[in-house]
């Protein structure tokens, strides 16, 4: 298998760039590099921008101001039917032409002046990896979806590309087709250490495939990090409402230690004490949020007791949903809380109406500081 040697540039870099539909700007981005062999995974509602960095990426739509660069070299008008021809992109839908799955794997080898014996070869390899090898023969329009998809890819990967593009590959897919997938797509972009960028609307997509997670919201990239690191603490409310996270409680601080912070709930002043964030402690006083996830919040009877630093206080259940693993149960403390209570024997179901106890670890929250309390 062909492998580029490491680059002297980035694969892919965009300065001050700048999008705009009619009078609207629909995406800015001040600065933005992908590695050689580094996988980026874009996520965000419609409509914030991310297909459309994605068309800027591929040089399938020219910025309204800004620079877009493939290896180092520069996106000039001259040179972009040269720099597209080491980009491939699979889309949502596979795109395949009305001929054989071999015939389709060596189409973009055949454009780009491979010969023959040789573009089948490597079609034929690739296809392998996929395993849909033994559909070489098919027609493509006789294919599955999620055989069209692998097809799809072993296309991409076939021509060797400096620059890999993914524009929701597998959204159109059943669930178990799309399971199966995902970490065939990590395996593959490891081996062939090919830097690409992937939109996807699925968090655990974005999480399982990227080195680096963006999250773009409003035309801006909003966040952009380690996944875990982005998951686990969200830059601001709106991020971290995209991310799902069920309690963002508007707080104050009102005192910090070297390793904890306490934090009081507006309005009605309860305090959580909570693990210190890394970097600058924040002072006392400023407004903020902190985000807890359900899974983070626990739920006991009442007076029921929690272990030494959590932070406890009296609540009632106000509403109670069955899921596959337990309970999703919202409580009235004053404020409202959604927790998960997984039912594993040690605790009976909870019921609407029930006077219970909630608890929250030291490490449970994540606080986000420059949050208007209100």
């Given amino acids: 298998m062909a492998t580029h040697p490491p680059l002297p540039h980035p694969a892919l870099g965009l300065r001050d760039v700048v999008v705009r539909h009619g009078t609207r700007v629909a995406l800015t981005v001040p600065e933005l590099t992908v590695e050689a062999g580094e996988v980026l995974t874009l996520i965000g509602p419609n409509g914030a921008g991310k297909s459309t960095l994605l068309q800027v990426a591929a040089l399938l739509r020219r910025p309204d101001a800004g620079d877009v660069c493939i290896g180092g070299k520069r996106a000039t008008r001259r040179a972009a039917l040269t720099l597209r021809r080491r980009i491939a992109m699979v889309f949502q839908d596979p795109l395949l032409f009305d001929v054989g799955v071999l015939a389709n794997v060596t189409a973009g080898l055949r454009f780009r002046g491979i010969g023959r014996a040789e573009a089948e070869r490597r079609a034929t390899d690739w296809l392998a990896r996929f395993r849909v090898g033994h559909l070489g023969d098919r027609n493509a329009r006789s294919l599955s979806g999620g055989e069209a998809q692998r097809v799809s890819l072993a296309r991409a990967f076939a021509v060797d590309p400096e620059l890999l593009l993914l524009d929701e590959p597998f959204a159109a897919l059943d669930a178990p087709t799309r399971a199966a997938l995902v970490p065939e797509l990590a395996a593959r972009l490891r081996e062939a250490r090919t830097a690409a960028v992937i939109v996807t609307h699925d968090q655990a997509e974005a999480v399982a495939l990227g080195d680096r997670l963006g999250v773009v919201l409003g035309g801006r990239i ?34 910090v230690a070297r390793d904890r912070v306490r934090v009081a709930l507006e309005p009605h002043g309860q305090e959580i004490g909570i693990s210190a964030p890394s970097g600058a402690p924040p002072d006392p006083g400023p407004p903020a949020a902190l985000a807890i996830r359900a899974a983070r919040v626990e739920v006991r009877p009442r007076d029921a007791p929690f272990p030494d630093g959590w932070s406890a206080f009296p609540g009632v259940v106000t509403d109670v949903v ?53």
């Fill in 222 to 255: 909003a966040q952009l990090g380690p996944p875990a690191e982005v998951v686990a603490r969200p830059a601001t409310v709106e991020v971290a409402a995209f991310l799902g996270v069920e309690n963002v409680l508007p707080v104050r601080v009102v005192a």
């Fill in 322 to 374: 069955w899921t596959p693993v337990g309970q999703r149960v919202a409580i009235d403390c004053g404020l409202r809380l959604l927790a998960s209570a997984v039912q594993d024997g040690t605790e009976g179901p909870f019921a609407a109406g029930q006077a219970v106890c909630v608890g929250i670890a030291p490490d449970a929250g994540h606080l986000i500081l420059g949050t208007p309390a209100d």
